[in-house]
């Protein structure tokens, strides 16, 4: 067998394990997204959009925020120094992921330890318009969380270790274990701990997966050894640039509670409930990036840039098929899908409209991420961070200025809009660096010509509200809605079946 042969032999195993690993990613996400509605419906039913829930979101949002901005860029980095060390040294592999556990244990126990000791002065903060008694029961949770920057931290890396060495099922199962954790414990806990149930089931739902993600991974890392390797200190310098730009979502939304804050009670949970819920919907197309992130990773290091380009317009392609309808039918059926979901119990009408029109602001991050996302994966797999570091402050600031500009006459709904304009904006200037360095992998006219189908398609279903019954045009409009549906991702759906089959046939 000659080497070109064994090389296509090679780059087809791989393609087919990254889109097996999709697929079976997939699977176990949408069963943990269906729980994840289940656990939603709980809270709203329980909670609503209550000043109480306002703060214990608030409590967690420095947890999740700052573990989100330290794993994301060394997780970032992990993937092609890793897969480095892989190709020359396995055994060094293994020592490179056990001194990077040991050395961020120590410092999620600091994060910890400061959360503990002054959670008042970091909640103002992140909410600097809460009342004095909201503030008080916002730090009181805090407190709480403190445990979570190591539960989650180590969550993080663990995970990002079964997806470098393609263990996307044990990946993928693992997740599932979260909701059958903390939808008990809310719904159990809420009558002894009201909102403050939620906090219980964050840790000990984290806590659980942490447990499974440490005894599937065990074998690829090792304790002993070593406590800083260079790769170690190569990993944070690249890093350190990328834990910003990586999570500029996260700091945008921070911002973003930061000025809802000031707004009536209830804006606050308005935002959690409707990135949760984006984020449910967005379930497959976040995957694609995801999956695609280790081989794009594995050919780099091959020196396979053409390979490494095709990845790109294969992974942007598929992600767009499936979010560019998802887009419009979720800004055309937003109201009725808040309403289906939540409005039952302490969640009244009033909070339908509140989420809704915060869903709306939000929804165009559905198309903006993946090519986002995609661009920021290459960079990061060349090991040019330090063009997404340029991007951060600017984009921060520009979101800070948008939430300024548009809250005032749109409210909370102004503010979710200032993030989906300034992740357009960064990404158009992410694109154009890639481009510097020779890869265009943006199908613009495609895109343009499926924007407009579904545009039209949006405009059409909204305005047959005019002429149809309520029930009617529930019925026609999502019929339609999933026409456009199959007919953009038909070449996804025909793969997703056939792997299926496969996978059951091997059964």
Same mark, same amino acid.
């Given at each position: 067998?000659?080497?070109?042969?064994?090389?296509?032999?090679?780059?087809?195993?791989?393609?087919?394990?990254?889109?097996?690993?999709?697929?079976?990613?997939?699977?176990?996400?949408?069963?943990?997204?269906?729980? @994840?509605?289940?656990?939603?419906?709980?809270?709203?039913?329980?909670?609503?959009?209550?000043?109480?829930?306002?703060?214990?979101?608030?409590?967690?949002?420095?947890?999740?925020?700052?573990?989100?901005?330290?794993?994301?860029?060394?997780?970032?980095?992990?993937?092609?120094?890793?897969?480095? $060390?892989?190709?020359?040294?396995?055994?060094?592999?293994?020592?490179?992921?056990?001194?990077?556990?040991?050395?961020?244990?120590?410092?999620?126990?600091?994060?910890?330890?400061?959360?503990? $000791?002054?959670?008042?002065?970091?909640?103002?903060?992140?909410?600097?318009?809460?009342?004095?008694?909201?503030?008080?029961?916002?730090?009181?949770?805090?407190?709480?969380?403190?445990?979570?920057?190591?539960?989650?931290?180590?969550?993080?890396?663990?995970?990002?270790?079964?997806?470098? &060495?393609?263990?996307?099922?044990?990946?993928?199962?693992?997740?599932?274990?979260?909701?059958?954790?903390?939808?008990?414990?809310?719904?159990? @806990?809420?009558?002894?701990?009201?909102?403050?149930?939620?906090?219980?089931?964050?840790?000990?739902?984290?806590?659980?997966?942490?447990?499974?993600?440490?005894?599937?991974?065990?074998?690829?890392?090792?304790?002993?050894?070593?406590?800083?390797?260079?790769?170690?200190?190569?990993?944070?310098?690249?890093?350190?640039?990328?834990?910003?730009?990586?999570? $500029?979502?996260?700091?945008?939304?921070?911002?973003?509670?930061?000025?809802?804050?000031?707004?009536?009670?209830?804006?606050?949970?308005?935002?959690?409930?409707?990135?949760?819920?984006?984020?449910?919907?967005?379930?497959?197309?976040?995957?694609?990036?995801?999956?695609?992130?280790?081989?794009?990773?594995?050919?780099?290091?091959?020196?396979?840039?053409?390979?490494?380009?095709?990845?790109?317009?294969?992974?942007?392609?598929?992600?767009?098929?499936?979010?560019?309808?998802?887009?419009?039918?979720?800004?055309?059926?937003?109201?009725?899908?808040?309403?289906?979901?939540?409005?039952?119990?302490?969640?009244?009408? &009033?909070?339908?409209?509140?989420?809704?029109?915060?869903?709306?602001?939000?929804?165009?991050?559905?198309?903006?991420?993946?090519?986002?996302?995609?661009?920021?994966?290459?960079?990061?797999?060349?090991?040019?961070?330090?063009?997404?570091?340029?991007?951060?402050?600017?984009?921060?600031?520009?979101?800070?200025?948008?939430?300024?500009?548009?809250?005032?006459?749109?409210?909370?709904?102004?503010?979710?809009?200032?993030?989906?304009?300034?992740?357009?904006?960064?990404?158009?200037?992410?694109?154009?660096?890639?481009?510097?360095?020779?890869?265009?992998?943006?199908?613009?006219?495609?895109?343009?010509?499926?924007?407009?189908?579904?545009?039209?398609?949006?405009?059409?279903?909204?305005?047959?509200?005019?002429?149809?019954?309520?029930?009617?045009?529930?019925?026609? @409009?999502?019929?339609?809605?999933?026409?456009?549906?199959?007919?953009?991702?038909?070449?996804?759906?025909?793969?997703?079946?056939?792997?299926?089959?496969?996978?059951?046939?091997?059964?």
């Amino acid at each position: 067998m000659t080497a070109k042969s064994s090389d296509i032999i090679k780059d087809k195993r791989i393609v087919q394990s990254v889109a097996a690993g999709t697929i079976v990613i997939t699977l176990f996400t949408l069963l943990s997204k269906t729980l @994840g509605f289940v656990r939603e419906i709980i809270i709203a039913n329980l909670f609503g959009t209550s000043w109480r829930l306002d703060a214990v979101f608030i409590a967690l949002t420095p947890v999740t925020t700052v573990i989100g901005i330290a794993t994301g860029g060394i997780i970032a980095i992990f993937f092609p120094i890793y897969h480095e $060390l892989k190709f020359k040294n396995s055994e060094k592999a293994v020592r490179y992921a056990g001194s990077l556990l040991k050395l961020y244990s120590l410092v999620f126990i600091l994060l910890g330890i400061i959360f503990y $000791l002054i959670p008042d002065e970091i909640v103002k903060l992140f909410a600097p318009g809460f009342s004095n008694e909201i503030l008080i029961y916002a730090a009181r949770k805090l407190r709480y969380l403190s445990v979570l920057p190591l539960i989650n931290g180590l969550q993080a890396l663990l995970g990002a270790l079964l997806r470098a &060495e393609r263990y996307f099922f044990q990946y993928g199962i693992a997740q599932l274990i979260f909701n059958f954790i903390a939808i008990p414990v809310i719904y159990l @806990g809420a009558p002894y701990f009201s909102e403050a149930s939620y906090v219980l089931a964050m840790i000990l739902g984290n806590f659980f997966v942490l447990i499974l993600y440490f005894s599937f991974s065990r074998r690829f890392f090792s304790l002993k050894g070593e406590f800083f390797l260079s790769e170690t200190s190569q990993t944070f310098k690249l890093a350190l640039p990328f834990m910003f730009s990586s999570s $500029l979502s996260t700091i945008n939304i921070v911002v973003d509670k930061m000025f809802v804050s000031t707004l009536p009670p209830g804006r606050v949970s308005s935002l959690q409930y409707s990135t949760t819920l984006l984020g449910i919907i967005s379930t497959v197309v976040s995957i694609f990036a995801m999956t695609s992130f280790t081989e794009l990773s594995e050919k780099v290091a091959a020196k396979d840039i053409e390979g490494a380009c095709k990845r790109m317009k294969k992974t942007v392609t598929s992600s767009l098929n499936i979010a560019i309808p998802l887009t419009v039918w979720t800004i055309v059926m937003a109201e009725y899908l808040i309403r289906v979901v939540f409005q039952r119990g302490a969640f009244s009408a &009033e909070s339908t409209g509140l989420v809704s029109t915060a869903l709306i602001g939000y929804s165009a991050l559905l198309v903006i991420r993946p090519i986002s996302t995609v661009s920021s994966n290459f960079l990061t797999t060349i090991k040019k961070v330090k063009w997404i570091f340029y991007i951060v402050p600017v984009s921060i600031t520009a979101n800070a200025l948008f939430d300024w500009i548009l809250m005032k006459p749109f409210a909370h709904a102004g503010v979710a809009a200032s993030t989906s304009i300034v992740l357009f904006m960064s990404t158009f200037i992410k694109v154009r660096i890639v481009k510097h360095y020779g890869i265009e992998f943006v199908p613009i006219m495609r895109i343009l010509k499926q924007i407009t189908m579904a545009i039209s398609t949006g405009l059409a279903i909204y305005f047959l509200k005019n002429i149809l019954g309520s029930v009617e045009w529930l019925l026609v @409009g999502n019929i339609v809605f999933m026409t456009l549906f199959i007919v953009m991702a038909h070449d996804e759906l025909r793969t997703t079946i056939s792997k299926i089959k496969s996978f059951l046939k091997k059964k």
